[in-house]
């Protein structure tokens, strides 16, 4: 080949060599994996090697055996798989209960039950365990008001220990099945149901070999979901009191000094999660029912006999006011005048402040203050990571882009407890991934677990928007003369932008609202709002912390609605377009 | 208006081959056409010119110009993709603009060429519609449009058509070549549809496998087609296989089974074919050159299927070992019945021989 232009056109062949080639992807996703290794892998690995290695840095299995030789530990692990299992299985009871009886049937009082049914994910984590310790708690209002009925000694129930949690459990997490569980069963095509009938098949046969078959998939997924979240739970057993359990057997450990048995604890516990999301992964990869024919409406079997009529009717109501009490109670508490509910059913005495203390008092806005800046810190490293690692995982094609795509959900995975644990062992000495600072004791150290813990929020949310956009889309940008940079502003940005608001938004108010990993990091200067709330428990000033609780509450309710609606109008464009 | 070369262009997708040493001149101002079946390498080449692939072998020449290592951006070519990919965030006005702005040009200049390519493409008044408030044609029209105002070098259209329905897509391939003609643009043009390539081409090039077939005029590639995939994918045909009886300096003379005997021209001929060397060959015979009645090459056989299409009457036609798809213009004459028999006879001009090496 002649080249006439001589060394400018050499050059523009080098940079086009280089950009051609086959390796550069892997320059492009570089900065990607440097901010997994530094922030997920290298704390996690800081942490393993804290139980592995004593002192002189000799390899030692020596807390293991202690692990588990000990009955304490052993009791907890125990005891954190078995209440596992049985959240799950609540959960499944109830979650699907309610996804066939709110989608197969029709009867009073349906529509506003299937309204106020996802409420519980409105609930901030620590407000779902305080509201059911003042409602069905030992000195909760239930107890006590039958108590005071039938003048008993006693409170005739309570809820508390292992089952206390496991009854918060089922109520905060049955909407993982209730909404996997719907979604299955909008997707039953009516006309399988009929084919197996005109073939002779009897409710119960069909039931047994279509039905159930088809929601198995569903049912797998959600069950591995609730039994990881329970694993890694720690408000329920905190406010329970429970200790015997491995998220609280990890922050004992640390409060007692024993920082290798806290590093051991906390392994074992992250190569479980680890486990259950690889397991997870490796199950929605297979899985796949997908109804055949389109469009077809949802048959609901109405209900005909008056009695049962009624029946439904004040079951739904019923149903409303326990979905609603967890919100109502801490509403209603958040009224109440500190230190003046002792033993009486309800607090008697109420009053504003606590809300004008809020945004007034310097003491209580501290917290909220706190918590927002470190958020927006948080959410801006999410948006930038989570953008470029959407597009590098939808667009490039590479080696280990499936090792690097399970690497983004591993702190989704990770206990908040585990996830604390291990940014403490990375980060309190300097190091290259600080900037040569110690983060531990620091403002820095809270945005920074905020952003591992809600890495895949906006990850997947943009991901799932670019996998809808049609490659021909960027193409034609550049036919019409764009750089690569022109279209990405102009033309990507603007169509994935819902995606990022909606990850944007869900990681901002899940900053608001971390409680788990933040107990274990701040310091009184840098307090966040969850912790504010505990703090106050703590000093019997219900009445603000509830406060603090609505304004959670509130904020949660608003993304939630704000992005239903962006959900639904991008849908409508999408769809438009086909 | 440029030209554009391919200059022995081959193209691999790790190991199999997208397409295999692509040689061709596309003139200035031709309306130039790859056609084929899907998967056999012409929107790969497509987008070879584009510059969405660089090409594995070989070289891209624009005007004389080397573009091969060019990015699409510096190109000035006008894109229309098979979804359009029109941007669903913008209005029509702001996707056709969308090339202008790239060129920064003034605000005015990009308002003036906007309305005029929006009254090319009769869409005057759709400005400020959503892209989502318009038909399959319109949005068509508004990917036209957007590829037309940049005033491009080379015009690619990917199987433009192929999301319409029927009525309008005859309608837009007659506005598309109208706007083709009128602006005198290069336009290159990829399909799998013969009709469409047959009424809007100067030139085809027929590829399968990533090999290029035939490169030529539609009455080229229909009359003479080089092999048997070309005769069968362009329009429709009888193909039989033939042992060479006799060879004359004009006339060929095969026998077709059962001492059936049949004389064609022997300038009706595949140019690979060397009747020095081939004692065996394919015959391809297209339905409508084969007539009812008395004459030259007389065929006789029985009605196994018979239609009646209003312009023509179709029959499928048992004649020894064979089965001849045979159509006759409808002129008030009678149609036939499934086992009726039918006397048939061929013109010598109607019968065209292809070795039977593909």
New interface residues.
């Given amino acids: ?1 002649t080249n006439s232009s001589g060394a400018p056109a050499s050059k ?2 080098a940079w ?1 060599k280089m950009t ?1 080639s086959k390796y550069f992807v892997y320059v492009l996703i570089s900065p990607l994996v440097l901010v997994l290794f530094a922030y997920v892998i290298y704390p996690l690995y800081k942490t393993f090697a804290q139980s592995v290695f004593d002192q002189e840095g000799a390899l030692t299995f020596g807390n293991y055996l202690s692990f588990f030789t000990t009955e304490a530990n052993l009791e907890s692990l125990f005891n954190s798989v078995f209440i596992s299992i049985v959240s799950v299985i609540t959960c499944a009871i109830v979650g699907v209960g309610m996804a066939f009886l709110l989608n197969r049937y029709e009867f009073p009082g349906r529509k506003i039950l299937s309204v106020f049914v996802l409420v519980p994910m409105a609930l901030p984590p620590l407000i779902g365990a305080i509201s059911f310790s003042f409602l069905y708690g030992n000195s909760g209002i239930f107890p006590r008001l039958f108590q005071y009925i039938f003048q008993l000694e006693d409170v005739p129930f309570a809820v508390e220990g292992i089952w206390g949690i496991i009854v918060v459990h089922t109520f905060t997490m049955y909407p993982y099945f209730y909404l996997s569980a719907s979604a299955a069963i909008r997707g039953l095509d009516l006309s399988l149901e009929e084919a197996a009938t005109s073939l002779g098949a009897n409710r119960v046969t069909i039931w047994r070999k279509i039905i159930l078959p088809m929601l198995t998939p569903a049912m797998v997924a959600s069950s591995l979901l609730v039994f990881m979240i329970s694993m890694a739970s720690y408000t329920a057993p905190l406010m329970f009191g429970v200790e015997r359990v491995m998220t609280m057997a990890i922050t004992l450990s640390r409060t007692n000094g024993n920082l290798d048995m806290a590093a051991t604890q906390s392994t074992i516990l992250s190569m479980v999660s680890i486990a259950f999301l690889i397991l997870m992964t490796w199950y929605q990869n297979r899985r796949n029912y997908q109804s055949q024919s389109k469009g077809v409406g949802v048959h609901r079997t109405e209900v005909r006999s008056s009695r049962i009529k009624y029946i439904a009717a004040v079951l739904s109501t019923i149903g409303v006011i326990i979905l609603m009490l967890p919100i109502m109670v801490i509403a209603l508490i958040s009224f109440a005048v500190d230190g003046e509910w002792t033993t009486q059913i309800i607090p008697t005495k109420y009053t504003l402040d606590h809300y004008i203390e809020l945004f007034t008092d310097s003491r209580t806005w501290g917290p909220i203050k706190n918590s927002i800046q470190m958020s927006i810190f948080a959410v801006i490293g999410n948006i930038i990571f989570g953008v470029a690692a959407a597009y590098a995982m939808v667009r490039f094609q590479f080696k280990g882009k499936v090792f690097m795509d399970i690497l983004i959900m591993v702190p989704w995975a990770l206990p908040g407890t585990v996830v604390a644990v291990n940014l403490i062992s990375a980060f309190s000495e300097p190091s290259v991934f600080s900037l040569n600072q110690v983060l531990v004791g620091t403002f820095w150290i809270l945005p920074l677990a905020y952003f591992v813990r809600q890495l895949p929020l906006v990850f997947r949310n943009t991901q799932a928007s670019l996998i809808q956009m ?1 490659d ?2 960027e ?9 690569w940079w ?1 279209s990405f502003r ?2 990507v940005f ?2 994935i932008m819902p995606g990022i608001l909606a990850g944007t938004l869900l990681a901002f108010v899940q900053g608001l609202t971390e409680f788990v990993a933040s107990i274990l990091l701040y310091s009184p200067q840098t307090m966040p709002l969850s912790v504010g709330i505990w703090n106050r428990m703590y000093a019997f000033q219900f009445g603000t912390a509830c406060a603090y609780g609505v304004l959670q509450t509130v904020l949660i309710i608003v993304v939630l609605l704000v992005n239903e609606k962006i959900k639904g109008d991008s849908n ?3 769809a ?2 086909g | 208006m440029k030209s554009v070369r391919l200059d022995h262009v081959t193209k691999m997708f790790g190991k199999s081959i997208g397409v295999h040493d692509v040689d061709i001149q596309i003139n200035s101002g031709e309306f130039f056409t790859f056609l084929g079946p899907s998967g056999c390498g012409k929107t790969t080449t497509l987008r070879i010119i ?1 510059g ?1 692939y ?1 090409p594995t072998k070989g ?1 891209v020449y624009f005007d004389g110009d ?1 573009v091969t ?1 060019l ?9 229309v ?3 359009y ?5 913008m209005t029509v006005f702001e996707n056709i603009a ?2 202008l702005e ?2 920064k040009l003034s605000k005015r200049e990009i308002k003036e060429k906007v309305e005029r390519a929006q009254k090319f493409v009769r869409l005057e008044g759709y400005g400020d519609r959503k ?2 408030e318009l038909s399959g044609g319109q949005q068509q029209r508004v990917a036209l449009a ?2 037309l105002v ?1 005033e491009p070098d080379i015009l ?1 259209l990917d199987e433009p058509l192929s999301n319409l329905d029927a009525k309008l897509r005859d309608e837009t391939r007659v506005e598309i070549k109208r706007l083709q003609v009128e602006l005198g643009i290069t336009t290159i043009y990829v399909t799998h549809d013969q009709h469409e390539a047959m009424a809007m081409s100067d030139r085809i090039m027929v590829m399968n496998q990533g090999k290029i077939q035939q490169i030529g005029t539609p009455q080229e590639i229909y009359n003479k087609p080089v092999n048997h995939f070309v005769a069968s994918f362009i329009g429709e045909t009888n193909i039989i296989k033939a042992d060479v009886i006799k060879v004359t300096d004009t006339h060929i003379t095969v026998d077709i089974g059962q001492g059936t005997l049949l004389t064609g021209l022997r300038e009706n001929s595949s140019p690979q074919l060397d009747f020095e060397k081939e004692k065996q060959v394919i015959l391809s015979i297209r339905p409508e050159m084969i007539n009812a009645g008395e004459g030259t090459n007389p065929l006789e056989g029985i009605i196994q299927l018979s239609e009646f299409t209003g312009m023509s009457i179709n029959y499928l036609v048992k004649a020894g070992d064979h089965e001849l798809k045979v159509m006759i213009v409808n002129a008030g004459t009678e149609v036939l019945g499934r086992g009726d028999s039918i006397k048939l006879h061929i013109p010598e001009s109607g019968i065209y021989f292809m070795s039977e090496k593909r």
């Fill in positions: 080949m523009q062949n086009q051609q049609d021909s889309i193409e034609a940008a550049q036919s019409l003369g764009a750089t022109y102009r033309v603007p169509i409508q464009t999408g438009s377009l | 584009a969405f660089f070289k080397d290592g990015k699409p951006n510096k190109r000035n070519i006008g894109m993709f098979q979804n990919a029109l941007f669903p965030h969308f090339g790239v060129r892209i989502t957007r590829a940049i690619l």
